[in-house]
């Protein structure tokens, strides 16, 4: 038991402790774009949403240059999607961007709610894993301590999401340091709460 406590303490360690460290740097530094960028023209409209504080006004634009479109569509019928899109380009690229915007908003919040809800699942099996421990049944609530470690590692561990949703990105990064240094705290907290248990115990039996 006690083989598997120090490779799971120095694995988990090492993991939490390093994705700490990462986070805070992303956090701080941001995303690092090249400053020579051969489509910036083409990407000037996205920018200009990305910066956009309020999703509720990027929605209310959305649904207006949505209207205008189906209006052109309605107008046109003659006009094939090509010709529609090469006449009112400004309009569409805006559209497309409030479009790949709102989706990104939408992701990243839908990522920071399942990141607490199954972190909280995780706690609660560490929870439930301790008391067991503590009640002599030591594998039993190493098969609840370990999994729920595991549940805490996989959603503190390094986001894929990129590109847009910059303020809801900042949010989804701060929750991963908080989750994680929480993690780490009660990792090593249960270590030396192991520890002392199993002093007392040798000290009973000596």
Do not use: G, M, T
């Given at each position: 038991m006690r083989a598997l406590q120090v490779t799971f303490l120095l694995i988990l360690g090492c993991l939490f402790s390093t994705q700490a460290i990462r986070h805070v740097h992303v956090y701080t530094i941001g995303f690092e774009e090249?400053?020579?960028?051969?489509?910036a023209a083409f990407y000037e409209v996205t920018e200009q949403v990305r910066m956009e504080e309020s999703t509720e006004e990027l929605l209310a634009e959305y649904e207006s240059t949505s209207e205008?479109?189906?209006e052109l569509r309605k107008s046109g019928a003659a006009e094939d999607q090509f010709s529609l899109r090469q006449g009112n380009m400004e309009?569409?690229?805006r559209h497309d961007a409030l479009a790949s915007e709102l989706r990104q908003r939408e992701n990243v919040t839908r990522e920071i709610r399942d990141l607490w809800i199954f972190s909280i699942a995780g706690l609660f099996l560490i929870g439930i894993g301790s008391i067991l421990y503590t009640r002599e049944l030591e594998w039993t609530g190493m098969s609840?301590?370990?999994p729920g470690f595991l549940e805490l590692s996989w959603w503190s561990a390094p986001s894929f999401t990129l590109g847009g949703a910059v303020?809801?990105?900042d949010v989804l990064l701060m929750n991963k340091i908080v989750l994680t240094i929480v993690a780490f705290v009660l990792l090593y907290s249960l270590w030396f709460f192991a520890q002392?248990?199993?002093r007392k115990?040798?000290?009973r039996s000596s």
């Open positions: 090249s400053i020579v960028d051969p489509a205008q479109i189906e309009l569409f690229a609840l301590i370990v303020r809801e990105y002392r248990r199993r115990a040798q000290a």
